[in-house]
């Protein structure tokens, strides 16, 4: 397959690559084998439409050279020897001409809906769609649970110079949340040590010299992560309106007997804060959402004494001047930012819920059908011996481990190649696009998908064609045709 590229003084220019040498490079440290399994399948789960099988992907990838057994697809996650982690630094080092002097990463968890019993890892976890949406005041307050697969993800935020939003979140890191009942005690992890363990992870990719922010939920707002932040490293988040803070222990007076006090007095929580009066609120305008809106905030800082008794923390209450919306409350262990950058860093955490919501409409995320757990055996006799391993010894396992981890390193590399080819192929892409839609220089995730799907079946379509009757022209196969459209 012919590569179009253009070199200059040697090397290729990071806008002229191509989306198919962009995967090589990120396959670079597996074995010859593996790293060509895995930029056919990686292409072919781009160009393919509809359910995200392996299967369906395997289809597109013997357009791309796959000649072998269709098993050989399957052992690219349960058996090759690669590793997600060194992929999600290659990823990094990609994004990296688009990051600015301060790198926002943000933490959350997704459910990815699983059936079956013998799928390896699954368990019952709470369902946010379905919780969300139970409007009922009957039910309020309850939650709803669906069985498959929790997954923690930590991803960076991009943007470049030209474009006018708050950008795309790329994944890099994905680690699998097991519920304690099934599996072993001695590998039970919490949501929050994953996130803890993925933060210092990337805080090793970065120079010292640059500060991460790290933007989380409630739930990992919390002791866990906060005592584990690596020097350089902050964090943001919302916190409950009774978040009790402690001003800093008085000087010990000379000659004072006693133990030495380790807090000062007790400070108003944000819910005392917003009912007295006295309260002296400052008016600010934030951008927030896409939207310039005017908010009223609070602030004071002070030891969250339950959480990091150690460490000196901000807390901002935020609340509407109109009356619409109930205040909230932010914790942030940054003391310098000013308030307007800390609402609007929180604002954009929202990015990683916009980005798993691509990868699974766009790019079947979870939609996978590998990773069952294997034994010997009478079905009951099976579950017997399931129930007393919990998950250990199964051959699912890094099937299950791995198969996330490449579709959302599937969702960064179209991210990755789309803004580096955006401004050459904004023109082809938007051809047929309203005039609202032209005038922006936002492009949407569909658009980069369009352009790397573009890229990848233009060679399935002669420029030039032979001289030749057209009657003898190999045909174009149909399904990549279809992508192609």
Not at 23 to 51: H, P, W, Y
Not at 107 to 135: E, F, M, Q, S
Not at 306 to 316: E, G, H, Q
Not at 352 to 363: N, P, T, Y
Request: proline content about 5%; glycine content about 8%; hydrophobic content about 40%.
């Amino acid at each position: 397959m012919k590569r179009r590229t253009q070199r200059s003084g040697g090397e290729t220019e990071p806008s002229k690559r191509s989306l198919l040498d962009l995967l090589s490079r990120l396959g670079r440290d597996c074995t010859s084998s593996t790293r060509e399994n895995f930029v056919q399948i990686a292409a072919g789960m781009i160009l393919g439409r509809g359910r995200g099988w392996i299967s369906r992907a395997l289809r597109f990838a013997v357009y791309f050279g796959f000649a072998k057994h269709h098993s050989a697809g399957y052992r690219l996650f349960s058996r090759a020897p690669w590793c997600a982690d060194a992929i999600g630094r290659l990823i990094f080092e990609a994004v990296s001409q688009w990051l600015g002097d301060t790198i926002e990463i943000a933490v959350d968890d997704t459910l990815c809906r699983r059936t079956g019993r013998h799928v390896w890892g699954a368990g019952t976890h709470v369902d946010p769609l379905t919780t969300i949406y139970k409007n009922d005041a009957r039910v309020a307050g309850k939650k709803a649970f669906a069985w498959g697969h929790s997954w923690v993800v930590l991803s960076l935020r991009v943007c470049p110079s030209w474009f006018d939003g708050p950008g795309f979140a790329v994944p890099l890191l994905a680690r699998l949340y097991r519920a304690k009942r099934s599996c072993p005690s001695e590998e039970y992890v919490k949501r929050t040590e994953l996130a803890a363990e993925m933060v210092r992870l990337f805080r090793s990719w970065v120079p010292s010299g640059r500060e991460v922010h790290v933007a989380g939920d409630r739930e990992y707002v919390c002791r866990t992560v906060i005592r584990a932040l690596p020097k350089g490293t902050q964090l943001l988040g919302p916190a409950a309106m009774d978040t009790r803070f402690y001003a800093r222990a008085p000087r010990r007076k000379r000659g004072q007997r006693g133990r030495p006090r380790k807090r000062g007095r007790q400070l108003a929580s944000p819910t005392e804060l917003v009912s007295d009066k006295r309260t002296r609120w400052k008016k600010v305008r934030v951008r927030i959402y896409s939207s310039i809106v005017a908010l009223e905030v609070c602030t004071q800082a002070g030891l969250w004494y339950t959480v990091a008794p150690d460490r000196l923390c901000r807390m901002i209450v935020v609340r509407d001047p109109s009356g619409r919306y109930s205040p909230r409350t932010l914790v942030t262990t940054d003391l310098d930012s000013d308030v307007t950058d800390v609402i609007e860093r929180h604002s954009r955490r929202w990015l990683i819920e916009v980005a798993f919501r691509q990868a699974k409409q766009h790019l079947g995320l979870g939609q996978a059908q590998n990773g069952w757990e294997k034994g010997e055996g009478t079905p009951m006799e099976r579950r017997r011996e399931r129930d007393r391993l919990k998950g250990r010894g199964h051959h699912g396992r890094s099937a299950v481990e791995k198969t996330v981890p490449f579709q959302f390193i599937v969702h960064a590399a179209v991210i990755a190649h789309g803004l580096a080819a955006w401004p050459r192929s904004r023109e082809r892409v938007r051809r047929w696009a309203p005039a609202w839609a032209r005038r922006t220089d936002r492009p949407s995730f569909e658009e980069l998908l369009a352009t790397c799907r573009a890229e990848l079946a233009e060679h399935a379509f002669s420029a030039h064609p032979p001289r030749s009757r057209v009657a003898r022209n190999a045909p174009v196969p149909l399904h990549i045709g279809l992508a192609a459209a």
